[in-house]
């Protein structure tokens, strides 16, 4: 791997303060393991919480508004997760895209004004089954790398600073047990990194790439040795440090 990898828990709409125990357990553990860039997206609600119980990892939001404030009634800007103690935010995931209809314009605009916030950003991508079945994983991935990646002056200083990464995850694997091919992944990674220096020129080698989809510690060691694997988005066995903390040793070398 080119890169440090990166290994982001994904808590979703879990979560409540008695979990922070599972966070200050999983940052203890980051600390053994230098090598390794750990992170955490809880609900918007934990992110302050959070915040002051980890020193070693990430902590960042599952969303953000478009604009930075307005009469936008339930929605949580980007600045204001500057303002809680997020250090990034995940953008584009596949339930915000189903369950929220949001288009890759949208996630674009999500991921600039993340960035306009100072926030590092991590843009997700990922095909449905019935697109990998018709052959058309690679075409679909490319467009939405294309149309939902940030553009302009801020994207190319951020991209150059290491802050954007994407994470490939095909939606078939999200929740499901179900783990993509290790062949299937590397040669999306591929395409993905195809577009990435297509958008940014050499630039495209710093965004990391991850991929997500039912990782768990008996897969990640599999998947993040993978050409092109720069880390994982991981949902469900990011609930526990039990769970959790195998994924982070897969990817170090750190004492464990
Ligand atoms: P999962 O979720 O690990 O539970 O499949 C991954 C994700 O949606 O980020």
Redesign the pocket.
């Known amino acids: 791997m080119p890169h440090r990898p990166y290994i982001v828990g994904?808590w979703?709409m879990n979560g409540s303060r008695a979990m922070l125990a599972e966070a200050r357990a999983i940052d203890r553990a980051a600390g053994r393991y230098p090598d390794v860039q750990v992170a955490l997206a809880p609900p918007f609600t934990l992110i302050a919480a959070l915040r002051e119980a980890v020193t070693a990892m990430g902590v960042g939001g599952q969303d953000c508004h478009v604009n930075a404030k307005g009469a936008h009634t339930g929605d949580v800007s980007a600045p204001m997760l500057v303002d809680t103690g997020a250090d990034f935010v995940i953008v584009g995931?596949?339930?915000r895209r189903k369950d929220h209809g949001e288009s890759d314009a949208v996630v674009r605009a999500k991921a600039e004004a993340a960035l306009a916030a100072g926030l590092g950003t991590i843009v997700?991508v990922g095909e449905t089954l019935e697109e990998r079945d018709a052959g058309k994983a690679e075409a679909v991935v490319s467009a939405q790398v294309d149309g939902s990646l940030p553009t302009g002056d801020a994207a190319a200083e951020a991209v150059a600073g290491g802050k954007v990464a994407v994470?490939y995850?095909p939606v078939w694997?999200?929740?499901?047990g179900r783990v993509a091919q290790v062949p299937d992944v590397v040669a999306m990674h591929a395409a993905i990194r195809a577009r990435l220096l297509s958008l940014y020129g050499e630039a495209g080698m710093k965004v990391r790439i991850l991929y997500?989809?039912?990782?768990?510690f008996a897969n990640a060691a599999e998947l993040l040795a993978a050409e092109g694997v720069g880390g994982a988005?991981?949902?469900?066995?990011?609930l526990t440090a039990e769970a959790f903390l195998p994924i982070v040793a897969a990817a170090g070398s750190g004492e464990g």
């Not at 997500?212 to 768990?216: F, I």
């Not at 988005?233 to 990011?238: C, E, I, K, N, P």
């Open positions: 994904n979703k995931h596949s339930e997700c994470a995850e694997a999200i929740g499901t997500g989809g039912s990782v768990n988005l991981v949902g469900g066995a990011s």
